[in-house]
């Protein structure tokens, strides 16, 4: 069992780490070694939904944001209503960043999950 403040520093790590990598498969080997303490510790079923919800969240509002807004060119409208195109590579590129919010994410579900919050509060 790790300590809270170490826990925090390597929340702290996570961060750097998510803010470092470029590539999508460095983004998804990162979004899955954080996953990777949630799915081997007993997680209530109630946090399973709350985690699940914050992903797609994550990733649906990531998407579509960069999806709408993309400004490099070439870009491949994938459709539109009325002004308003969703670009390919907008799309593309909101995938490959909500690997990085995903990520995060989950790293800070498990330290919420496996700390007290009375242990967390001290070590702040």
Sequence with gaps: ???????????LCAGLLAISLESPTALGVFALACASPLLA???????????????????????????????EQPRVSLGHLGPLHLYREGV???????????????????????????RLHAAL
Excluded: E, H, K, N
Excluded at 1 to 11: E, H, K, N, V, Y
Excluded at 43 to 60: H, I, M, Q, S
């Design 92 to 118: 593309t590129w909101g995938l490959t960043q909500s690997l990085r919010f995903v990520g995060l994410s989950l790293a800070g579900i498990a330290v919420a999950v496996s700390t007290p919050p009375d």
């Design 41 to 71: 510790m007993r997680v209530p079923r109630r946090w399973w939904g709350r985690g699940l919800l914050t992903v797609l969240a994550l990733v649906w509002s990531t998407v579509l944001s960069q999806g709408l807004f993309y400004a």
């Design 1 to 11: 069992m790790l300590d809270p403040r170490t826990r925090l520093g390597l929340l």
